[in-house]
């Protein structure tokens, strides 16, 4: 049996997912006009039972939290906390001086979710560029990562711990810095002794010559350092092992979503990437279309079958 990329079109950018008790899984994405004449969809919720075929089910916000006047809402993370569903996200524009991460929550996957509003912004926390957030429980307490491309002073990725709910930060001054400022939309995986840094480098968004690609380094602690197969620390530009790259067909493959293992203990992710023959939507944004990589492990580090977005595979995920 065998499966074929891109598993979900015209696009779904930034994509979180999450796996129900029932075995049901939901994927989440960034603010997108498709072009079908039904507006920009506000975080739009897909489902699959087989993490291949995807059914769209509704947008996760019926109208725009309203903390922020400007900007779109990117790149959520949906977590179950405390028996609700938890979805931190960005709220954003290009260029933004003051973006921020905030919070909505819900009784079930598809919604409808309601705005707790934000977190912090980037000056409360100090951090250029707050964006891409994501949700970690180790040991019992609650985390959040954060952080996107900045060259600035306190560039880079932070991760802080959440109150017990899940719902705040209780002490921002107590972030700590993970990866540099030239890493963003970070993934932290558990495996064995070791986390697993996955995070983004490059361009997501200049169409067929996006540049976006994935690398990865490990620790034996939840806030590293974080160290590449050569030894290079993250906290430092230009560090992490290649994980994911284009080729010839897809360009800028990225911003992955968490791992999941099936039935055959092998580990898939969701990521995004860019058809460089079908490149942009008639608005004129990135077509940056869903697809599903199998992770393979060798001696203690990820890889991805031919290290490039695969069109199909001769295997496919058994949940």
């Given at each position: 049996?065998?499966?074929?990329?891109?598993?979900?079109?015209?696009?779904?950018?930034?994509?979180?997912?999450?796996?129900?008790?029932?075995?049901?899984?939901?994927?989440?994405?960034?603010?997108?006009?498709?072009?079908?004449?039904?507006?920009?969809?506000?975080?739009?919720?897909?489902?699959?039972?087989?993490?291949?075929?995807?059914?769209?089910?509704?947008?996760?916000f019926?109208?725009?939290?309203?903390?922020k006047?400007?900007?779109?809402?990117?790149?959520?993370?949906?977590?179950?906390?405390?028996?609700?569903?938890h979805?931190?996200?960005?709220?954003?524009?290009?260029?933004?001086?003051?973006?921020?991460?905030?919070?909505a929550?819900?009784?079930?996957?598809?919604?409808?979710?309601?705005?707790?509003?934000k977190?912090?912004?980037s000056?409360?926390?100090?951090?250029?560029?707050?964006?891409?957030?994501?949700?970690?429980?180790?040991?019992?307490?609650?985390?959040?990562?954060?952080?996107?491309?900045?060259?600035?002073?306190?560039?880079?990725?932070?991760?802080?711990?959440?109150?017990?709910?899940?719902?705040?930060?209780?002490?921002?001054?107590r972030?700590?810095?993970?990866?540099?400022?030239d890493?963003?939309?970070?993934?932290?995986?558990?495996?064995?002794?070791?986390?697993?840094?996955?995070?983004?480098?490059?361009?997501?968004?200049?169409?067929?010559?996006?540049?976006?690609?994935?690398?990865?380094?490990?620790?034996?602690?939840l806030?590293?350092?974080?160290?590449?197969?050569?030894?290079?620390?993250?906290?430092?530009?230009?560090?992490?092992?290649?994980?994911?790259?284009?080729?010839?067909?897809?360009?800028?493959?990225?911003?992955?979503?968490?791992?999941?293992?099936?039935?055959?203990?092998?580990?898939?992710?969701?990521?995004?990437?860019?058809?460089?023959?079908?490149?942009?939507?008639?608005?004129?944004?990135?077509?940056?279309?869903?697809?599903?990589?199998?992770?393979?492990?060798?001696?203690?580090?990820?890889?991805?079958?031919?290290?490039?977005?695969?069109?199909?595979s001769?295997?496919?995920?058994?949940?």
């Open positions: 049996m065998r499966f074929q990329n891109p598993v979900f079109e015209p696009v779904f950018a930034d994509p979180t997912v999450l796996r129900t008790d029932e075995g049901v899984f939901y994927a989440y994405a960034t603010q997108d006009d498709w072009g079908d004449g039904q507006g920009s969809r506000l975080v739009p919720v897909i489902k699959s039972v087989d993490f291949i075929h995807w059914e769209y089910v509704g947008n996760a019926q109208h725009k939290p309203d903390w006047t400007k900007g779109g809402i990117w790149a959520p993370d949906i977590v179950k906390v405390g028996g609700r569903y979805l931190y996200y960005s709220f954003s524009t290009w260029g933004d001086p003051n973006p921020g991460i905030g919070l929550v819900a009784d079930h996957p598809a919604g409808p979710f309601e705005d707790k509003g977190l912090f912004l000056d409360e926390i100090n951090v250029p560029n707050s964006i891409d957030p994501y949700y970690l429980e180790d040991n019992g307490k609650k985390f959040l990562f954060w952080g996107s491309y900045n060259n600035g002073e306190n560039q880079g990725t932070y991760g802080v711990q959440l109150s017990d709910d899940g719902t705040f930060v209780p002490d921002p001054a972030k700590i810095k993970v990866a540099a400022g890493f963003e939309a970070v993934v932290i995986h558990k495996k064995g002794q070791y986390y697993y840094f996955i995070g983004s480098k490059g361009s997501c968004c200049d169409g067929e010559n996006s540049s976006y690609h994935l690398r990865v380094g490990r620790s034996k602690n806030f590293g350092p974080y160290m590449d197969e050569m030894g290079n620390d993250l906290r430092e530009r230009g560090a992490g092992t290649l994980l994911l790259k284009g080729d010839s067909r897809f360009a800028g493959p990225g911003h992955n979503s968490r791992l999941f293992q099936d039935k055959n203990k092998t580990d898939w992710m969701l990521y995004h990437a860019i058809l460089k023959s079908n490149p942009r939507l008639k608005s004129g944004a990135n077509r940056r279309v869903l697809m599903l990589g199998k992770v393979l492990w060798k001696n203690g580090w990820p890889y991805l079958e031919t290290g490039t977005p695969i069109t199909e001769s295997s496919k995920p058994r949940f």
